[in-house]
């Protein structure tokens, strides 16, 4: 079954070839991934284009590059603050033991770093989340459920 996102189809064929790049324990699961990294990717791209970040014929990697500029553009995150790493830390300690077979805890300061890298990356992830979200709301999409697969 086709899947529209405004006016631009996304055929089965598309979706079947980009399954490769999606392993899942289903077919279904896959072709689930599969159509959600498609749509996600074409939302992206009218927005891009109506931003005039991008144009209807550009390559693949011209393509991608407008999609970068985009969401830089359009998704901020701030970096944790050291009361936030902090928090994380006291509420985690289990996850920063010396080795597996060790109940040894490391010191803050010495995962403080890692700790602030990834509560970024989790804002940035979330940004984007809503980014796509909020694009879809403003979209007419039929043939599948983004908002259900996000």
């Known amino acids: 079954m086709p899947v529209f996102v405004n006016d631009t189809e996304i055929d089965d064929n598309a979706v079947f070839s980009e399954m490769q790049y999606h392993s899942a324990e289903s077919m279904e699961k896959a072709r689930d991934a599969a159509a959600q990294a498609l749509v996600v990717r074409e939302l992206l791209r009218q927005e891009a284009i109506r931003q005039g970040l991008g144009d209807p014929d550009q390559n693949d990697i011209d393509l991608d590059a407008s999609l970068m500029h985009l969401v830089e553009k359009e998704v901020t995150a701030p970096s944790a603050s050291s009361d936030a790493c902090r928090a994380y830390y006291q509420q985690n300690k289990h996850r920063f033991r010396v080795?597996?077979?060790?109940?040894?805890?490391?010191?803050?300061?010495?995962?403080?770093?890692?700790?602030?890298?990834?509560?970024?990356?989790?804002?940035?992830?979330?940004?984007?989340r809503s980014y796509i979200l909020h694009l879809a709301g403003s979209a007419r999409i039929s043939g599948f459920d983004l908002a259900g697969s996000l």
């Open 99 to 128: 080795s597996d077979a060790s109940n040894a805890i490391l010191p803050y300061e010495t995962v403080e770093e890692r700790i602030r890298d990834y509560l970024h990356t989790r804002s940035v992830r979330e940004g984007i």
